[in-house]
């Protein structure tokens, strides 16, 4: 480093100058004139070779030992970018260059060890589960971004404090008692309430060991299994509904054709009349099961649309007068507001199901004398579809659910209309498979509007 120490220097010249004045004072009052030129003049002399010869060894060995002690000293503090930069020749010189290679590899270690342990961080802070790191005692040393995000507050909150007093789910405290006892893994489930609702976690907590074997603390990951939960419930809710729904029309059946065999069928009239009923029955549960497997299949196709060029005008046309049938017989009035040609890039039979079904419900949840409007127009690049009624409407509380399996605002009413509340789940799925969106607006006893936008090719 820099700065050398010169007062080792100076008070060698020092002593040196005091021991040649001493000399001198000594000697040349015993000298004649002619000999104290001489000795004068040798003592001279041999002051300045005393002096070349300090001054040598100062440069050569005391300077560069004085610089490599300092930065042997930063390297001890831990600055390992200290280097001794004079370069000096013989043994002084071999231990700067020994010093500088020893500075250089603890910097690059360092580094290394900096990097590392910047990965590391990364990504134990983009863990998709949370972590929290606990010593033996029982105190948090750290906790990832993941776990912050399940139980909210700072870092400053649990880190430094024992588990148990941040935590306060028994389930956990267990969880980490275990795994200091057993010394082995334990798994537990528990749920936290996170504003309205409450989040599902699963914690698996780990003991940790040192080289020696030695317990040294325990880890415990977090899972947010909420999501996997609600799916699970989904699926239990769907097959109890499937079961429930399919049981209905089944009973009926049953107990028609039961009563039929029991002796009604000698009864023209009754016989009529309970034949009807099964074949009504009987369709339903086509129908049911026909939205069923139409459901799964496009639940497993989701990304395979057949995508083609449609002109949307024709295909509404197509399917008009179906749907103008059925209005008629409760005198409603269905109305459309068609561009005259409207080419776009999409599944031509799934939409056509997606009109299908709009207008079925427009049709079927609208009083007689009612009326139903088609608008289908583009907008940039986007193929705009509405469809309006004038009918019953939907309450608030029941809107975001209409679009879920089965659901239906009131079941009584719209098993009357054949209904099996999967139409617009069904519709929903197509128009996420095309990359589109539905919405709708609806009043009680006002009507409803579903407003569709798809784009008009896919990217
Ligand atoms: N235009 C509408 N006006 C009022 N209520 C509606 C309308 N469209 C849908 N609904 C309500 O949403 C529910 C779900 O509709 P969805 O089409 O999914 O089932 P569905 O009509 O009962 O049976 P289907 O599967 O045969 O269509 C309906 O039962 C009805 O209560
Ligand atoms: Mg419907």
């Known amino acids: ?41 040798s003592l001279l002399g041999g002051l300045i070779v005393f002096m070349v010869l300090i001054m040598n060894i100062f440069e050569k060995y005391i300077k560069p030992i004085q610089s490599a002690a300092r930065v042997a000293d930063e390297l001890v503090r831990g600055n390992y970018k200290a280097r001794t930069y004079v370069s000096y020749f013989g043994e002084a010189g071999k231990l700067s260059n020994s010093i500088n290679v020893l500075a250089r590899s603890l910097q690059q270690i360092t580094l290394q060890e900096k990097m590392q342990e910047n990965q590391m961080s990364t990504v134990i802070d983009n863990m998709e589960s949370g972590l929290m790191l606990i010593d033996e005692k029982g105190y948090v040393h ?24 941040v935590l306060i789910q028994e389930k956990i405290h267990k969880a980490v008692q275990e795994a200091f006892l057993y010394e082995d893994k334990v798994k537990v489930s528990f749920s936290i309430p996170t504003g309205l609702e409450r989040k599902s976690v ?51 059946i049953k107990g028609f054709a039961e009563t039929l065999l029991e002796g009604a069928m000698d009864d023209t009239e009754l016989r009529r009349q309970f034949l009807e009923i099964i074949l009504t029955e009987s369709g339903r549960l086509q129908a049911l099961v026909h939205d069923l497997l139409e459901l799964s299949k496009l639940e497993k196709d989701e990304l395979r649309l057949e995508y083609g060029n449609y002109d949307v005008t024709l295909l509404v046309n197509d399917l008009l007068p179906v749907v103008r049938q ?13 561009p005259d040609e409207l080419v776009a890039v999409i599944d031509g039979e799934r939409m056509k199901q997606v009109f299908i079904n709009l207008l079925n419900n427009a049709v079927n949840y609208t009083q007689e004398h009612g009326k139903v409007v088609l608008t289908v127009s583009s907008d940039s690049n986007l193929l705009k579809i509405i469809v309006t009624d004038t009918g019953i409407g939907i309450p608030e509380e029941a809107q975001s659910r209409i679009f879920e399996r089965f659901y239906r ?3 009584a009413r719209s098993r009357n209309t054949g209904g099996t509340g999967l139409g617009l789940a069904i519709v929903k799925h197509i128009i996420e498979a095309h990359k589109g969106s539905i919405y709708l607006e609806s009043k009680v006893n006002e009507g409803t509007t579903f407003t569709i936008k798809v784009p008009l090719k896919p990217e």
């Open 142 to 165: 750290m906790v990832n971004r993941k776990f912050l995000s399940i139980f909210g507050a700072e870092e400053k909150d649990y880190v430094g404090f024992l588990y148990y007093e």
């Open 1 to 41: 480093m820099g700065s050398v120490n010169v007062r080792p220097f100076l008070s060698y010249i020092f002593v040196v100058v005091l021991v040649f004045a001493g000399m001198a004072v000594i000697i040349i009052p015993l000298l004649g004139f002619t000999e104290r030129i001489i000795g004068i003049s």
């Open 409 to 411: 605002v009131d079941r």
């Open 326 to 338: 059925q209005a008629e017989k409760k005198e409603i009035e269905v109305s459309v507001n068609l």
């Open 202 to 252: 699963e914690a698996v907590g780990a003991p940790l060991f040192n080289e020696k074997k030695e317990l040294k603390g325990a880890v415990l990951v977090f899972h947010d299994i909420t999501e996997l939960k609600r799916l699970e419930e989904m699926r239990k809710d769907f097959v109890a509904n499937v079961s429930h729904e399919l049981k209905t029309p089944i009973t009926s």
